[in-house]
């Protein structure tokens, strides 16, 4: 069967509806096929998931995920269905699409599809590491410190939520995830950071590793007012890159393919260079 498990989409539509208030989103659906029926669920006033149960239609599905995701699906998923319609009778099956969503079909009678923000198990996530905040939701970012988008989630969208986190309204949560083979600092970068970590200073060091400012890590230490020596002897220390590369192997398993990769507790935020959106999912998660 061709496959549709992920739909390598560039994030498009405005006003995603999962995660947002749920008020309205059967009228901007609009009516299901005669014979169809729409449900929703709910998670602290937000739409958690849409479903629809009824006459076989692909193209009020692709609306459906439309509607519900805000990526524009409609019009691959309706090829997916017409290239895989004769195989998927009498199956149930879960797609992942765009990585952040789960969108289960059943090719029983009657036709069911439902669309879901992926979740993670919070316990598979680890315990928290590196946390600002005391209380709200937590956002967990999985990053890498040459990465450019990683940089620029740190300058555009981090400092918000930093702020948030100092004013108790949520927590945020830092994990190592170095694309080593493509970026050569990623990893001695980390464990810098680790470094820096162990005498309280981690934040600010990842701020001026978030500017690029790579290479020179006993520099920055300094600038930082960081015990020089305890810090070299701490970059030499096999304990804290086994640290770092632990880090990496969770979000290996977890299924992560590049960085940033953010999760609203236990949800796979879809595009965590969108503030407000982040905030939705973090109301979801509350």
Same mark, same amino acid.
Request: proline share 9%.
């Given at each position: 069967?061709?496959?549709? *498990?992920?739909?390598?989409?560039?994030? $498009?539509?405005?006003?995603?509806?999962?995660?947002?208030?749920?008020?309205?989103?059967?009228?901007?659906?609009?009516?299901?096929?005669?014979?169809?029926?729409?449900? /929703?669920?709910?998670?602290?006033?937000?739409?958690?998931?849409?479903?629809?149960?009824?006459?076989?239609?692909?193209?009020?599905?692709?609306?459906?995920?439309?509607?519900?995701?805000?990526?524009?699906?409609?019009?691959? @998923?309706?090829?997916?269905?017409?290239?895989?319609?004769?195989?998927?009778?009498?199956?149930?099956?879960?797609?992942?699409?765009?990585?952040? @969503?789960?969108?289960?079909?059943?090719?029983?009678?009657?036709?069911? !599809?439902? /669309?879901?923000?992926?979740? *993670?198990?919070?316990?598979?996530?680890?315990?928290?590491?590196?946390?600002?905040?005391?209380?709200?939701?937590?956002?967990? /970012?999985?990053?890498?410190?040459?990465?450019?988008?990683?940089?620029?989630?740190?300058?555009?969208?981090?400092?918000?939520?930093?702020?948030?986190?100092?004013? $108790?309204? +949520?927590? *945020?949560?830092?994990?190592? @995830?170095?694309?080593?083979?493509?970026?050569? %600092?990623?990893?001695?970068?980390?464990?810098?950071?680790?470094?820096?970590?162990?005498?309280?200073?981690?934040?600010?060091?990842?701020?001026? +590793?978030?500017?690029?400012?790579?290479?020179?890590?006993?520099?920055?230490?300094?600038?930082?007012?960081?015990?020089?020596?305890?810090?070299?002897?701490?970059?030499?220390?096999? !304990?804290?890159?086994?640290?770092? %590369?632990? %880090?990496?192997?969770?979000?290996?398993?977890?299924?992560?393919?590049?960085?940033?990769?953010? @999760?609203? $507790?236990?949800?796979?935020?879809?595009?965590?260079?969108?503030?407000?959106? /982040?905030?939705?999912?973090? %109301? +979801?998660?509350?």
């Amino acid at each position: 069967m061709r496959g549709l *498990v992920s739909l390598a989409l560039a994030l $498009g539509l405005a006003m995603a509806q999962i995660a947002r208030p749920a008020e309205g989103f059967s009228q901007t659906l609009g009516a299901p096929p005669p014979g169809g029926k729409v449900a /929703v669920e709910t998670k602290n006033g937000r739409l958690l998931a849409a479903s629809y149960e009824g006459p076989e239609d692909p193209a009020f599905v692709g609306r459906l995920l439309e509607k519900a995701t805000g990526l524009p699906f409609s019009l691959p @998923f309706q090829n997916w269905y017409r290239q895989n319609a004769p195989l998927l009778r009498g199956r149930a099956l879960t797609l992942t699409l765009e990585d952040a @969503f789960w969108l289960e079909l059943s090719f029983a009678e009657p036709f069911r !599809a439902r /669309v879901a923000p992926r979740a *993670v198990e919070e316990a598979a996530l680890g315990p928290e590491r590196h946390l600002l905040g005391t209380a709200g939701p937590i956002l967990r /970012v999985f990053s890498d410190f040459q990465c450019p988008f990683c940089q620029r989630l740190a300058r555009e969208v981090l400092p918000e939520l930093k702020a948030q986190a100092l004013r $108790g309204a +949520l927590r *945020v949560s830092y994990r190592h @995830f170095p694309l080593k083979e493509i970026h050569p %600092e990623a990893l001695p970068a980390a464990i810098a950071s680790e470094c820096a970590a162990k005498q309280g200073a981690f934040w600010p060091y990842h701020d001026r +590793l978030m500017t690029g400012r790579l290479g020179n890590y006993r520099a920055l230490a300094r600038e930082l007012g960081l015990k020089e020596e305890a810090f070299a002897r701490c970059l030499e220390d096999p !304990a804290v890159k086994g640290l770092v %590369e632990g %880090e990496r192997t969770l979000a290996l398993r977890l299924g992560l393919r590049g960085t940033p990769t953010a @999760f609203a $507790g236990p949800y796979w935020v879809p595009n965590p260079f969108d503030l407000p959106r /982040v905030l939705d999912y973090l %109301e +979801l998660a509350r």
